[in-house]
């Protein structure tokens, strides 16, 4: 199974902030790698595919950027609603596996 | 819209099976996609099951796959899970997704709410 390793495992951030979290794959996977946010009591939703591409109605705050083993999704201006938990996920091939999460939490 | 609604008992007994079903509405489950099942023990991360395509040709995780089975409903639009010989391992929220995968790209767009499982006697 490939291996994904998320850092860091929490985050304390301001409103304004700019936020970065990293990604690592445990073999190269080009650019199949997926970002999600989940918040508490909901179902994850999709932000980024194929490592920088944009879902459909997700704000241009966030971005991907990434190929190979290491990925980073940014959120360049963080905002209230933004709090909550995220997973990378990799669709190179199955099993898919997520990575361990990152709790983003108010300062 | 597209929408995919869990359902199934919330608790099961250990050594038991665990059902659930994923109702599909908004778009045929005829498509040409896969459908997966993921899962979340409380306060931890994801765990992907498996998945079934509307061929019925399904992949499931190795770790799962002695005791797990995917299967569509096509004349009720819907899929399903079973998972045998559970314990208290197994007890997590379990959603049910639609994987998308245009230009090859597999991602999930859609989730169902999730079902939270417990195995307890």
């Known amino acids: 199974d490939i291996q994904m390793t998320q850092s860091p495992s929490s985050l304390s951030a301001s409103v304004g902030d700019r936020v970065t979290i990293t990604c690592r794959a445990s073999q190269r996977i080009a650019n199949y790698l997926n970002w999600y946010q989940q918040k508490p009591g909901q179902a994850p939703n999709l932000l980024v595919y194929a490592a920088s591409s944009l879902q459909s109605g997700v704000p241009s705050r966030f971005s991907g950027s990434g190929s190979g083993t290491h990925f980073t999704l940014t959120i360049s201006s963080l905002q209230p609603e933004d709090f909550g938990d995220y997973f990378c996920?990799?669709?190179?091939?199955?099993?898919?596996?997520f990575g361990q999460g990152t709790k983003l939490e108010s300062k | 819209q597209v929408q995919l609604q869990e359902s199934g008992p919330g608790l099961v007994k250990p050594s038991g099976t665990l059902s659930l079903t994923c109702a599909v509405s908004?778009?045929?489950?005829?498509?040409?996609?896969?459908w997966s099942w993921v899962r979340q023990p409380p306060g931890k991360g994801l765990e992907w099951i498996g998945e079934i395509h509307h061929s019925g040709s399904t992949n499931y995780s190795p770790s799962l796959k002695s005791r797990l089975t995917i299967s569509l409903d096509k004349s009720n639009n819907q899929f399903s899970l079973k998972l045998n010989s559970v314990t208290a391992a197994d007890t997590a929220q379990y959603y049910c997704a639609r994987e998308l995968s245009p230009s090859g790209y597999n991602f999930f767009d859609y989730w169902g709410q999730g079902a939270l499982v417990t195995v307890s006697s």
């Open positions: 996920q990799q669709s190179y091939g199955t099993p898919y596996t």
């Open positions: 908004g778009t045929s489950i005829r498509s040409n996609n896969w």
